[in-house]
């Protein structure tokens, strides 16, 4: 098992930035990847960011050049920082962890970013 906990989510103004933190703890040992998605009212899960193991990242069109996600492997940690954000990045956000081993998906509870003035 694998357990995820976000942390850095909160009310920002557009244009600001926020950045989303997410401990892994568990089997740490066989992710292989880690990323960020995101769910908005009313709307279908999708995407954000994935970072693998090997350091290929990955990006939603929508927040290419605003967003970067990175990983602290010996903090077991992955980052999502947030600029230039837009009140249509409001959603709560989840962490996302694959194992490869065991083909699972682990999530973490979601953390909710609002963008509003």
């Known amino acids: 098992q694998v357990q995820l906990v976000e942390s850095g989510g909160g009310l920002v103004q557009p244009g600001g930035s926020l950045r989303l933190s997410c401990a892994a703890s568990g089997r740490i040992f066989s992710i292989n990847a880690m990323g960020w998605y995101r769910q908005a009212p009313g709307k279908q899960r999708e995407l954000v960011a994935t970072a693998t193991n090997s350091g290929s990242t990955n990006y939603a069109d929508s927040v290419k050049g605003r967003f970067t996600i990175s990983r602290d492997n010996a903090k077991n940690t992955v980052y999502l920082q947030m600029n230039s954000l837009k009140p249509e990045d409001t959603a709560v956000y989840y962490c996302?962890?694959?194992?490869?081993?065991?083909?699972?998906?682990?999530w973490g509870q979601g953390t909710q970013v609002t963008v509003s003035s």
């Open positions: 996302n962890a694959y194992d490869g081993a065991a083909y699972r998906t682990y």
